[in-house]
C-alpha cells in the first residue's frame, strides 16, 4: 500500500481538504454563536442604551457597520468553502500529472 506513490499523494489531498473543511465548519459555527448570541446583541444593547451618550447619527452609522461585517460573515463559509475545493481538485490534477 506504502508504495503506490500516486494513490497515497492523491487521497492524502482529498482527506486533507475534507479534514480542513470539517475543522472550518466547526470554527465557523463555534464563532457564528458567538457573534450572533453574544458580541452583536451587546454591542447594539450598550450602543442604543440612554447612558451611552451617542447621538442618532453615529448609532445608525454603527448599526449599518455591524450589519456589513455581519453580511461578510456570512458569506465567509461559501468562500473558504470554494477555496478548499478548489485546492482539492487543483492538487488532486497536478499529482496525477507528475505521477506519469
Known sequence: MLKNKQGYSTGFTWVFGLVTLFGLG??????DQVFR???VPTIKNIVNSSTSG?????????FAN??????FWNILPYILFGVVVLYMII???RKEREEY
Open 66 to 71: 455591524i450589519d456589513k461585517y455581519m453580511s
Open 26 to 31: 466547526l470554527l465557523y459555527i463555534t464563532f
Open 91 to 93: 492538487a488532486a490534477i
Open 54 to 62: 451617542i447621538d442618532q447619527a453615529t448609532k445608525d452609522t454603527i
Open 37 to 39: 448570541a453574544h458580541l
